[in-house]
């Protein structure tokens, strides 16, 4: 089963966002942005979208699959 | 649409039936009013349920949990009537009261009070998923094991009360397991 990773706090930090502003933009609450940058949730399509949106990077960089 | 609508219906034509029952028990005294209190334990109990069941929008999730306050959970004290059942048992043969039992689900209030007033994203509506779905397999898992202990009762005598009680007691289970879950998955689960 590929290991997921989640390179999403490096892009948020670039754009200088907290992790609760991040969240209010997205509509999603803070601890769910905190499960996503620790790699422990899985996001929907729509909520890895939004968010490559607004930090404005590329979604396969933002979430990586690691293949074993 | 036309299931729900219908739906409201039958729920509307329930709590008017419910409303007449108490009326006419009022007037006569005589009628049997265990029927009428088994009938308000499960709507009190479900309460919630039903109304989402009977939701003429039912994919429209509101955006906030509603605002619960944790103290309301010292309701589950409540459950503590379904030991009337066993005078009331003994003296008169009846077995209702141990349905009160189910009462004890409104501890659930404890958990629901502490994710009160929380935005529910799509992390949150996951978990209540998983909340209510493993809840009510453990209901109907007690549930089954409760039929089959009563199938190995000798005494027919014990079968109403063993069954009302586990009947209240399952209930007032699933009530309760169904906010802890959620609050263990959400604040808890790393």
């Known amino acids: ?68 | 649409m036309k299931r729900f609508l219908s739906l409201k219906f039958l729920w509307t034509l329930y709590a008017v039936l419910i409303a007449i029952s108490i009326v006419l028990m009022l007037i006569n005294p005589n009628l049997p009013m265990k029927e009428i209190i088994l009938a308000l334990t499960i709507l009190i109990v479900f309460r919630q349920d039903f109304t989402q069941l009977i939701s003429d929008h039912p994919s429209e999730q509101p955006s906030h949990t509603p605002r619960i306050n944790p103290k309301l959970g010292w309701l589950g004290l409540l459950g503590l009537l379904g030991f009337a059942g066993i005078p009331c048992y003994l003296l008169s043969g009846q077995s209702f009261p141990f349905l009160f039992f189910s009462f004890f689900g409104f501890f659930g209030f404890f958990f629901d009070g502490k994710l009160s007033d929380i935005l529910r994203d799509e992390r949150f509506c996951q978990n209540e998923l998983r909340a209510n779905a493993n809840a009510s397999r453990f209901c109907i898992q007690m549930i089954a094991f409760c039929v089959v202990i009563s199938a190995q009762l000798h005494s027919s005598a014990l079968l109403p009360p063993f069954l009302m009680s586990s009947l209240g007691l399952c209930l007032g289970l699933v009530k309760f397991l169904q906010p802890y879950l959620l609050y263990r998955y959400d604040q808890l689960e790393d």
């Open chain 1, 1 to 68: 089963m590929p290991e997921f990773r989640c390179e999403l706090k490096k892009y948020r930090q670039l754009k200088n966002l907290t992790q609760e502003q991040l969240g209010q933009m997205v509509g999603v609450r803070r601890e769910t942005i905190m499960r996503l940058e620790a790699g422990k949730y899985n996001p929907s399509l729509k909520l890895a979208v939004d968010i490559s949106r607004v930090v404005e990077a590329p979604i396969e960089d933002i979430f990586i699959f690691d293949e074993p």
